[in-house]
């Protein structure tokens, strides 16, 4: 079993739409990270979360710690929205990173 | 701007020769770290560095083999040994300060053995 899960795998969207994408995880953690990899490979980190909720721009992440869960919500989504979305948690010690599958979103116009 | 540099961005090896993979990082991040990525998969670690003249295996560290004698480059050498050395290899670096908990990505090799 993965430490972290995120669902959906993938996700196809109309412009304009909200979409949530969804991470659980089993293990304890210092931090969450939402991960950003575009078709030419780079990965860009969006957000890093220990508690509560950040927004930057039309991009929100959330936690629950107790519940071990995060959500990366994108509001009034556009076609360069489209990439794969990577969670990613860090152990308690801060040495170790898990990693999502991905959740692969495609945006049409 | 600082970052993670990675290069090349493509690059193409015979069968049975060793290949080093760059990774520079002017973040004075102490921790890095290298991991590879196939089609479909998530990210699978390969080694990870803590700090200078240390280095620790990760979940794939057969066939690889890393360094870290300045803190700023960690390059990764892909053996002979590796059975299976066609992948996208991406370098990341963070701080372990947990009042500012970096976490930076190279843009990725993309590497091909023929």
């Known amino acids: 079993k993965n430490e972290v899960e995120q669902s959906p795998q993938n996700l196809t969207a109309q412009e304009g739409e909200f979409i949530t994408i969804n991470c659980s995880y089993s293990v304890g953690i210092s931090a969450l990270h939402w991960l950003q990899q575009h078709p030419g490979g780079g990965i860009v980190s969006l957000f890093m979360?220990?508690?509560g909720k950040k927004k930057h721009g039309r991009l929100i992440a959330t936690i629950n710690i107790q519940e071990k869960h995060s959500s990366l919500h994108i509001t009034a989504s556009h076609p360069r929205d489209s990439a794969v979305y990577i969670c990613a948690v860090r152990s308690p010690t801060g040495n170790q990173f898990y990693f999502g599958t991905g959740t692969s979103l495609t945006v049409i116009p | 701007d600082g970052g993670i540099t990675q290069s090349p961005k493509y690059l193409f090896r015979k069968e049975g020769q060793n290949v080093t993979l760059s990774c520079e990082q002017n973040l004075n991040h102490d921790a890095m770290y290298w991991y590879r990525q196939d089609p479909g998969q998530g990210l699978r670690l390969i080694y990870y560095?803590?700090?200078?003249?240390?280095?620790q295996k990760g979940d794939i560290a057969e066939g690889y083999s890393v360094s870290r004698e300045k803190k700023e480059s960690f390059p990764l050498t892909v053996t002979s040994a590796q059975k299976n050395p066609t992948a996208f290899y991406l370098c990341?670096?963070?701080?372990?300060?947990?009042?500012?908990?970096?976490?930076?990505f190279g843009s990725g090799t993309r590497l091909t053995v023929v």
């Open positions: 979360l220990s508690s």
């Open positions: 560095s803590q700090i200078v003249n240390d280095f």
């Open positions: 990341a670096s963070s701080s372990r300060d947990r009042a500012n908990y970096g976490y930076t």
